[in-house]
Antibody
Framework: QVQLVQSGAEVKKPGASVKVSCKASGYTFDTYAISWVRQAPGQGPEWMGWLSGYNGYPTYAQQFQGRVTMTRDTSTSTAYMELRSLRYDDTAVYFC????????????WGQGTLVTVSS | DIQMTQSPSSLSASVGDRVTITCRARQTISNYLNWYQQKPGEAPRLLIYAASTLQSGVPSRFSGGGSGTHFTLTIRSLQPEDFATYYCQQSYTGRTFGQGTKVDIK
């Protein structure tokens, strides 16, 4: 069965960076895109960007351009999301999600990684 | 970014009620519209994709409709496990979520 397993919770200081991993299993990793979505406390989901399944090329949402890097390691079927220059309002649960064929729907999700930015 | 607007933002309903949630896109998105259910502490769960296609394993009381800029999610007979927050999401250009509709018990 398809599974996305993310790395554990992180606590970071303002200005630091965080790197979250997402290990996929149960399907051919490089045939589906992976998106990253975050959700601040009490807020709706916010899309951050995606990694092409075909070539691993990233596309970032405009509001994260210059501060986020998405990569992958096909040898371990793992996707990564690094966010730099962390601010207090980056405190959120970060999810990875597989994009299904059809209308790029998020058909499988990781369990989420809580990133807390605190001094 | 394509802005997505859901209505209502919240509603109260009883078990057995028929519930409809509306989602409007600021510009046409064809049928690139997906619906999710989220419960506290959980990841969102895909219910409907391509505006009206039921995801595998999702009960048939859920249905979706619409195209272009106007879409609906209908729950035919609300069950206790359906009390949750529902989000629409466009995938036509980038990806954008609606602000959510919280369905709670009347």
């Amino acid at each position: 069965q398809v599974q996305l397993v993310q790395s554990g919770a992180e606590v970071k200081k303002p200005g630091a960076s965080v790197k979250v991993s997402c290990k996929a299993s149960g399907y051919t990793f490089d045939t589906y895109a992976i998106s990253w979505v975050r959700q601040a406390p009490g807020q709706g989901p916010e899309w951050m960007g995606w990694l092409s399944g075909y070539n691993g090329y990233p596309t970032y949402a405009q509001q994260f351009q210059g501060r986020v890097t998405m990569t992958r390691d096909t040898s371990t079927s793992t996707a990564y999301m690094e966010l730099r220059s962390l601010r207090y309002d980056d405190t959120a649960v970060y999810f990875c999600a597989r994009e299904g064929s059809g209308t790029y729907q998020f058909d499988y999700w990781g369990q989420g990684t809580l990133v807390t930015v605190s001094s | 970014d394509i802005q997505m607007t859901q209505s209502p933002s919240s509603l109260s309903a009883s078990v057995g009620d028929r519930v409809t949630i509306t989602c409007r896109a600021r510009q046409t998105i064809s049928n690139y519209l997906n619906w999710y259910q989220q419960k506290p502490g959980e990841a969102p769960r895909l219910l409907i994709y391509a505006a009206s296609t039921l995801q595998s394993g999702v009960p048939s009381r859920f249905s979706g409709g619409g195209s272009g800029t106007h879409f609906t999610l209908t729950i035919r007979s609300l069950q206790p496990e359906d009390f949750a927050t529902y989000y629409c999401q466009q995938s036509y250009t980038g990806r954008t979520f609606g602000q959510g509709t919280k369905v709670d018990i009347k």
